[in-house]
């Protein structure tokens, strides 16, 4: 099946510093959907692309779908230590599963 | 409204014994998946139902595990002879439809630990 390569695996920041966390896929993807899983907690649902090229924004976070549909980025702007925790890509397969990315865990310091 | 809950939130047995692990939807939420989520494995997807038939069982790591789901609403994860390997966290997730894409609403998850 479909697989995604998550980069990096971790990433500790000092408040106020940007995150970039990278999804990568060796085929084409009919889409992309991002999650965040705080400490001890479960993954909730960020956003979907679906379009070649796309780009959303959700105040400090932006996602891009790259123009091959082969990769995904979500960026953070001036993190804050509200953003601890761990953003996965998913990929949707039959039946709308879910196939994760393996996660990069952001830890941000004051 | 209500989002999606699991019980127990942990458990713990000791290694051969059954296990159910109870998973309740959104309601109107005909789509229901279970996930596992290990610390050497990642989050691994498990089964989903579709109503009460479960079209895609490929995730299900071996012939010990089972799950159902009656009137379209409340699914159960049955996990047999339990083996320290099943150790995880069991995550259920509901979404409005089977196709889509849609966004999929997690529970709490329960965390297995067998001993």
């Known amino acids: 099946g479909q697989q995604v390569m998550q980069i990096p695996q971790y990433q500790h920041v000092q408040e106020g510093e940007d995150f970039t966390t990278y999804c990568n896929s060796s085929?084409?993807?009919?889409?992309i959907q991002w999650y965040k899983q705080r400490p001890g907690g479960h993954p909730v649902f960020l956003i979907q692309l679906v379009k070649s090229g796309e780009v959303k924004k959700q105040k400090r976070l932006t996602f891009q779908f790259g123009e091959a549909k082969k990769n995904s980025s979500l960026h953070i702007t001036a993190t804050q230590t509200t953003d601890v925790g761990t953003y996965f890509c998913?990929?949707?397969?039959?039946?709308?599963?879910?196939?994760f990315g393996t996660g990069t865990q952001l830890k941000v310091e004051l | 409204g209500a989002g999606v809950s699991q019980s127990p939130s942990n458990k713990v047995t000791e290694k051969g014994k059954d296990v159910e692990l109870r998973c309740d939807p959104i309601s109107g939420h005909t789509a229901l998946y279970w996930y596992r989520q290990s610390l050497g494995q990642g989050l691994e997807f498990l089964i989903y139902f579709q109503g009460n038939s479960a079209p895609d069982k490929s995730g299900l790591p071996s012939d010990r595990f089972s799950a159902e789901r009656t009137g379209g609403s409340v699914s159960t994860l049955t996990i047999q002879r339990t083996q320290q390997e099943d150790s995880a966290v069991y995550l259920c997730a509901s979404s409005l439809l089977r196709d889509g894409p849609y966004e999929q609403y997690f529970g709490p998850g329960t965390r297995l630990t067998v001993t």
């Open positions: 085929t084409t993807l009919s889409n």
């Open positions: 998913a990929l949707t397969g039959g039946g709308n599963k879910l196939t």
